[in-house]
């Protein structure tokens, strides 16, 4: 059975750090790019970050930029996604997902087929 584990949200104040932690079962993740999403209360879920099979091509969404920093450790399974500089806006559920391809094509959701339960990310002081 295919299965992701997301962990690693909590409550942070503005200015502070999280590292969010996607571990997957039932199949290994070195075949697939993994995104992050996120969804805020009231929004629709939106795209922060993708990582394709190998690790070497990283993608982020300009809200994003120069402050997360997606990685993925295929021996443990496990991709990770470190956040710094939170801000309130970051504030949300937290989803990984696995792409359909060895590579990133964006965040249209129907390019992802599994989906974690998501994790609490809360920016606020």
């Known amino acids: 059975q295919l299965q ?3 962990s690693g949200g909590g409550l942070v104040q503005p200015g502070g750090s999280l590292r969010l932690s996607c ?10 790019a ?3 999403f996120r969804q805020a209360p009231g929004k629709e879920r ?4 993708c990582i394709n099979y190998s690790g070497t091509t990283t993608d982020y969404v300009d809200a994003v930029k120069g402050r997360f ?3 993925r450790d295929n021996a443990a399974n496990t991709v990770y996604l470190q956040m710094n500089g939170l801000k309130p806006e970051d504030t949300a559920v937290y989803y990984c997902a696995k792409g359909r391809r060895y590579f990133c094509y964006g965040y249209v959701l129907t390019s992802y087929d599994y989906w974690g339960q998501g994790t609490q990310v ?3 002081s």
């Not at 571990?23 to 697939?32: H, Q, V, W």
């Not at 939106?46 to 970050?49: K, L, P």
């Open 46 to 49: 939106e795209g922060v970050s």
């Open 122 to 124: 809360t920016v606020s």
């Open 4 to 6: 992701f584990v997301e």
């Open 23 to 32: 571990a997957a079962s039932g199949f290994t993740l070195d075949d697939y």
């Open 34 to 36: 993994i995104g992050w």
């Open 69 to 71: 920093t997606i990685s």
